[in-house]
């Protein structure tokens, strides 16, 4: 379980056979929770997060604020949940990178986490474009 303030995240990466046991879970607490809350699945996680709220919505609050305006956004991301960012950053024309496979609106992509750091670090590796 991990706390990310006003989220909650049940992670079963480590025992992929609880997954229904975990998405069963996060539905009967989230309904319990009422309408303030919802639940968001992702790789190998279930989340319960305030309705309404995503990836997407931080990155437009972020851009709003000093010291984020007039900037470009680039966001990186390799979960279904970075979906809402990915959309968010390419509405504001920044960079949105998937890291490794999978569908995706991200506009570039890199194979994999130490592509990312590569890249970050030196700037050497080529972005393919996703579509």
């Known amino acids: 379980m991990e706390d990310k303030g006003l989220s909650l995240a049940l992670h079963y990466r480590g025992a992929p056979r609880l997954g229904g046991y975990a998405h069963r879970l996060a539905r009967l607490q989230a309904a319990r929770l009422g309408g303030a809350y919802c639940r968001q699945s992702g790789k190998r996680v279930?989340?319960?997060?305030?309705?309404?709220?995503?990836?997407?919505?931080?990155?437009?609050?972020?851009?709003?604020?000093?010291?984020?305006?007039?900037?470009?956004?680039?966001?990186?991301?390799?979960?279904?949940?970075?979906?809402?960012?990915?959309?968010?950053?390419n509405r504001l024309g920044g960079h949105s990178v998937k890291v490794g496979p999978g569908p995706t609106i991200a506009r570039w992509r890199l194979g994999d986490v130490g592509a990312v750091r590569t890249w970050l670090q030196a700037g050497h590796v080529t972005l393919r474009a996703t579509r």
């Open 46 to 89: 279930v989340e319960i997060k305030p309705a309404g709220q995503d990836k997407g919505k931080a990155i437009e609050e972020f851009m709003s604020e000093r010291p984020f305006q007039r900037r470009t956004p680039v966001f990186i991301g390799d979960d279904l949940t970075d979906e809402y960012g990915f959309a968010m950053v």
